[in-house]
């Protein structure tokens, strides 16, 4: 065990004890590190409720800036309730540490959302900018400026709900028409007054929000190059593209936001009553499943709180055709997937050459990254080739089949939708009880495997629940699987590569998370990004395990088997 884990063990306790108020709270799973603050579960020992515990070491608090920066934190977070705004629960000390006990965000953040998914569609946007906007608004008519507004401090919940986070670098406008002048910190979305030193507002967020909404829709930063100075360059000329794929409302508002001078920025209040939100589906909730894979559109308009204009469905005046149909950057399943693989050989080649020389560092658990472990994964799986196909149960207990003609179907959690996807890829959605009389066998198929992996290989005893938003899901499914002598590999629509080894540990791969996650045989998950791996080295297992990855990557996707050595050189 590193020292590194030693001290955490030593400095923060299983059994955090606030004296004040004379309760505890019992140390659970590590959720996540920050710059200062290590997050994890924390369970109120009396009344069981769960919260994020923010932990901050006070021997990280050397200068009296820190010191400050953490008083100001507490007292602007402790001073809010909001719907939208992550609840501060209470803060206390002991002697090693600062605890700030927050609402449990279990959903993590947008950013995560952002780097699985990259662009998303026009509705779920609108679904998120309308609450951010919400949280904005209240934190605004209370004369606190958060200054970092960013899709890591927009946190979410298990409806999927946004709760602004993190006010470290937050301020209060102490009277009528105050102008901040610094920041202690780097703002991520940083608007141009602040680099330019002139003088500074509530109009810094609106900015911000400018920059989220446009990441959200655009997949990328408006202002993003490979340096910073670049990028404050170009903030300060206020210089950025908008894809022509973008719809006339949301460009729009966007350049409303992104506007050199702070004062011509609209308010919040101006911003929710924008076309932008008027002029297309409203979701009413979004499914889990929208962390990973885009909604169906076909669904939208069932579950839309408004529907735009009739006239506006069929008619290309607003910019685009149907932003109901828009494809994920254009590409096919195949293509896109190659991209995955392509990425993902790429990152593995970068890794194992690197840690040649630290190969036998054991990775802690304080080194994990829990953020980016992986939603989906395949839980159990049967080869039935020599006659059908290969039937598959993912995490969230929904089933697949693909099919020895390489068509799949799917079948949510639920039990009741399913979708079928033809060779060339297309997606049709059916439920139980309606399918084309020519998927009749399919059908009996998919169940006879479901039968078979909840008979056999499964607990049993799903709780089937049909929620709503399940017209909505879309999940990943298995593009492509093979077996050897030592594992089966399977490879999913959304990038990420599993291998289960014979002697049942298992690995996933994501190129989106960057990210590895080893299953030992008790099933405990780790995820490590890669770079926490270049920097440190990881045991000698896991390498050998994600040498074999590359093995495979590299007979999947027809190249020379090059060992990482020879490809360094
Ligand atoms: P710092 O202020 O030191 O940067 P952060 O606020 O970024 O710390 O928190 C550290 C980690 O804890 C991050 O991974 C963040 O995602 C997670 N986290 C913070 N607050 C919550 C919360 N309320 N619910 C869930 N996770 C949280």
């Not at 309606?434 to 799903?462: C, H, I, N, Q, W």
């Not at 399940?470 to 298995?478: E, F, K, M, Q, T």
Request: net charge positive; proline share 4%.
């Amino acid at each position: 065990m590193s020292s590194n884990a030693e001290n955490d063990k030593k400095s923060i306790p299983d059994i955090i004890i606030d004296k004040t108020r004379n309760c505890s709270y019992q140390r659970l799973r590590f959720f996540g590190k920050g710059g200062f603050a290590k997050c994890y579960e924390i369970q109120h020992t009396g009344t069981k409720e769960v919260f994020a515990g923010k932990i901050v070491p006070k021997s990280m608090m050397t200068k009296s800036s820190h010191k400050e920066k953490m008083a100001q934190e507490i007292s602007i977070h402790r001073s809010l309730s909001h719907n939208h705004v992550v609840g501060f629960h209470s803060f206390f000390e002991d002697v090693s540490n600062i605890y700030i006990v927050l609402e449990l965000c279990k959903r993590r953040s947008m950013m995560e959302l952002h780097k699985r998914r990259k662009a998303i569609t026009e509705p779920e946007t609108r679904f998120f900018m309308h609450q951010i906007l919400e949280g904005v608004r209240y934190l605004h008519n209370n004369r606190i400026i958060h200054r970092d507004l960013k899709l890591g401090n927009l946190f979410l919940n298990d409806e999927l709900h946004v709760k602004i986070g993190d006010f470290g670098l937050a301020a209060r406008i102490e009277f009528e028409g105050e102008r901040k002048q610094t920041v202690c910190g780097t703002p991520n979305y940083i608007a141009p007054e602040i680099l330019t030193r002139k003088g500074h507002s509530l109009e810094v967020d609106i900015w911000s929000l400018g920059c989220i909404m446009y990441t959200l829709l655009a997949g990328k930063p408006p202002f993003e190059t490979s340096s910073l100075k670049d990028t404050y360059k170009r903030i300060k000329e206020c210089e950025y593209r908008i894809p022509s794929s973008l719809r006339k409302p949301a460009v729009e508002m966007i350049v409303m936001q992104l506007q050199e001078d702070p004062l011509k920025r609209p308010s919040v209040d101006k911003l929710l009553q924008h076309q932008f939100f008027t002029s297309g589906i409203m979701p009413a909730a979004l499914p889990l499943s929208c962390l990973t894979t885009a909604p169906r559109t076909d669904q939208l308009e069932k579950l839309a709180l408004q529907r735009r204009p009739l006239h506006q469905i069929n008619s290309n005046d607003d910019g685009r055709c149907d932003e109901k149909f828009s494809v994920p950057n254009g590409l096919t399943e195949s293509q896109s997937n190659r991209q995955h693989l392509l990425s993902l050989r790429q990152q593995l080649v970068k890794l194992l050459c690197s840690k040649r020389k630290n190969r036998l560092q054991v990775l802690t658990d304080e080194l994990s990254d829990p953020a980016a472990q992986p939603l989906v994964w395949i839980s159990k799986w049967v080869d039935y080739s020599d006659k059908y196909g290969f039937g598959y149960q993912l995490c969230d207990e929904s089933v697949g089949v693909m099919f020895n003609d390489t068509s799949k179907i799917v079948m949510l959690a639920n039990g009741v939708n399913v979708h079928f996807i033809t060779r060339e890829g297309q997606e049709i959605y059916l439920t139980m009880d309606d399918y084309p009389p020519e998927l009749v066998k399919k059908m009996k198929l998919l169940s006879y495997f479901r039968r078979y992996m909840s008979d056999y290989l499964m607990k049993t005893g799903a709780s089937a629940v049909v929620r709503e938003s399940d017209g909505l899901s879309r999940l990943p499914h298995l593009h492509q699987w093979f077996r050897s002598t030592l594992a089966v590999i399977m490879y999913l629509t959304n990038g990420a590569l599993q291998i289960n080894f014979q002697d049942h540990t298992k690995i996933i791969l994501c190129p989106l998370m960057q990210a590895v996650t080893y299953i030992d045989v008790e099933k405990n998950f780790r995820t490590f990004r890669f770079s926490t791996i270049e920097k440190y080295g990881c045991d000698e297992k896991l390498f050998n395990n994600l040498e074999y990855a590359l093995e495979k990557l590299n007979s999947v996707l027809g190249m020379p088997a090059v060992t990482p050595m020879m490809s360094c050189s």
